[in-house]
Every structure is written in structure tokens, then in C-alpha cells.
């Protein structure tokens, strides 16, 4: 139970890049862009990411002739993954371009892995701009430090029971270089400096999160919240769907190792396979249908009650489906 309490404060109370949709030139939105870092087994480094892309039109996109995505890897990368083996990734001299369409009103959720060899500073570019750029560390793992770009002191979460320092870099702008060293050896210190809110004094300019506060949140966290660009985000919403997400990426490169295995063993995982996608697409349109609830319950399209009964069987349904997952990843 002291866990969850952890996840549920940390989460809430962080502002993530989920909710700050950013549009590349081709016309595609990318929803959310977050990495893991931490050490391989083989002394090299591993790096993960997880790219949520959005086509905002009613045709198919297909790119320009080389893929609808393509993707730059830095320098020095090697063992590149695709984990969504129907994404069509086909590896080039710079990373990779992934050849599924992206269909009109639909969205494509990118996981890719790659390693980088020890004590080489990891940078890359994006062809698009993002508010906000989470980098996560696991607890006990090591840490990382910007080059060249100020980022936020280190904050420690819990997310499905796990604890990860998380970085954030904000204002990302298109084709600037993001750089961080990962010192293994070397673990974080948060500086979060908690601070009270006085929203008495000016109750128009708290958010639902200040006025509603149960008294377990960190006052420095509500302070982070109110001077982040999310706070008219309900952050129990993004608490849900940011989990989701995590837990999918996890998902995927556990699947796709799991499912290495039973290859090398000659063991036929048609049906099984079959039973984890279907789960994935579930997650997926049920994450869609609270963003959905979201935004019609700000346009007081439904009443606060409606918005409640529906919000938590939502809830209910994702834990169900999380919980069917776990059983493909464990």
C-alpha cells in the first residue's frame, strides 16, 4: 500500500511531455516521447524509447517515399530493436524508417532499443519539437547528466512498483542536439526544495490539485504541478494514462524478448501471441476513450457525476487489462 501511495503522489504531481502534443512537418503529431537508460549485462549501456505518433487527418499517411517515420540513432549505436515487429522498421545508414502507414484519425506507438558502448555520451536530434522530454533512470542504476542543456534536478517515482529517477528537459527545440553522459557508478540526489501554497490568498489561481489536495501531497509537488505548463490537466488523468504507458514499453521489450525465446525453442506462440496483441489494441482504445472523457468533460459536454462513474470504470477496465499482460511479461 506504501507503494502505490509513492506512485500515485509522484505521478501525479510531475510534469510530463504526455499531454503536449508536438506536429513535425510531415503533418504527424508526437504525443509523447519518453527514454529508459540503464546497463546491459554486457557492460554496454541500454537505451530505450517510446514514441507515440498521430496522424490529425482523415488519409493514411505514408511519408515521402522512404517511410511514413524515420528515425535518426546516435552515434556508436549498435543492436538496434524494433519491438512492434508489424511496424515494417527497415534499418539505414542513419537509424531506421518504419514502413506501416499511419492511418487517418489513428496513431502509431513507436518502441525501439538499441545499446551504446560504455563511457560514450549518448546524442541524438529530433525532427519535431516537444515541451517536455522525460529521461528515466532506474533506482540503483547509475545517472546521467545534459551536456550542453539545463535539465531538472532528478526526481524519484514509483511506477508498477518500481523506482526510477526521472529527468526532464524542456523546450526541445527541431534538430537541436540532446546529449547526456550515464555514469553508472553514480547515483542522483534529488533537489527538490519542498514549499507551501497559500491558495487562500488566491483562490482563482489554484488548480483542482491545490483546493482538492488530500493532505499526503508534498507541498513541494503541488508547487512543481502549479508552475508546470499541464496544470489545467486533471492529473489523475495523466496519472492513469502515463502508468499505461510505461507499463506498455516494459510490455513490449519483455514480449519481444519472451518471444525470442520461444523461437529459439521451437515452440509455436501463435495463439499466445495473437492474445497479447489484442490486449495491447484494448489498453490502447481504452486509453483513448479516457483522453476522450477528458476533453468532453472540460467542454461541460457531461455532468461532474457522469464524468466520474465513467472516468473510474475506465479505470477499472485498464487495471483488468494490465493485469492480463502481466501475465505475458512476468
Not at 40 to 65: A, C, R
Not at 167 to 192: C, M, N, R, T
Not at 279 to 302: C, H, P, S
Request: glycine share 8%.
Amino acid at each position: 500500500m506504501k507503494k502505490l501511495c509513492v506512485l500515485l503522489v509522484s505521478i501525479m504531481l510531475f510534469p510530463f511531455g504526455l499531454a503536449s502534443a508536438s506536429v513535425q512537418a510531415d503533418g504527424l503529431k508526437v504525443d509523447m516521447h519518453y527514454v529508459v537508460v540503464e546497463p546491459d549485462g554486457n557492460g554496454s549501456v541500454l537505451v530505450k524509447h517510446m514514441v507515440s505518433y498521430t496522424n490529425p487527418g482523415e488519409k493514411e499517411y505514408q511519408g515521402n517515399g522512404n517511410g511514413s517515420i524515420s528515425v535518426t540513432l546516435p552515434k556508436g549505436a549498435i543492436n538496434l530493436q524494433v519491438q512492434d515487429e508489424s511496424l515494417g522498421a527497415k534499418p539505414n545508414a542513419a537509424g531506421f524508417s518504419v514502413s506501416k502507414p499511419v492511418p487517418g484519425k489513428g496513431s502509431i506507438v513507436l518502441p525501439y532499443t538499441y545499446q551504446m558502448p560504455a563511457g560514450i555520451p549518448i546524442a541524438f536530434s529530433l525532427d519535431y519539437p516537444l515541451e517536455i522530454m522525460q529521461v528515466l533512470v532506474p533506482d540503483g542504476k547509475g545517472s546521467i547528466e545534459f551536456i550542453g542543456a539545463e535539465s531538472s534536478s532528478p526526481q524519484q517515482i514509483d511506477i508498477d512498483g518500481r523506482s526510477f529517477w526521472m529527468y526532464s528537459l524542456e523546450h526541445v527545440d527541431p534538430g537541436k542536439e540532446i546529449k547526456f553522459a550515464y555514469a553508472k557508478d553514480q547515483q542522483p540526489a534529488s533537489g527538490e526544495d519542498p514549499a507551501t501554497i497559500d491558495s487562500s490568498k488566491n483562490p482563482s489561481t489554484a488548480s483542482d490539485v491545490t483546493r482538492k489536495a488530500p493532505d499526503f501531497h508534498n507541498p513541494g509537488h503541488i508547487r512543481l504541478w502549479e508552475q508546470s505548463a499541464l496544470k489545467k490537466f486533471n492529473p489523475h488523468v495523466l496519472l492513469v494514462v502515463l502508468g499505461m504507458i510505461l507499463f506498455s514499453g516494459i510490455s513490449y521489450y519483455s514480449y519481444f524478448r519472451w518471444k525470442n525465446r520461444i523461437e529459439d525453442a521451437k515452440f509455436g506462440a501463435d495463439e499466445e501471441e495473437a492474445a497479447f496483441k489484442q490486449l495491447l489494441a484494448r489498453q490502447n482504445a481504452i486509453m483513448d476513450k479516457i483522453m476522450e472523457l477528458e476533453d468532453t468533460y472540460a467542454q461541460g459536454k457531461v455532468s461532474e457525476e457522469e464524468y466520474s462513474v465513467k472516468l473510474d470504470a475506465y479505470k477499472e477496465h485498464l487495471v483488468q487489462v494490465k493485469m492480463n499482460l502481466r501475465q505475458f511479461v512476468e
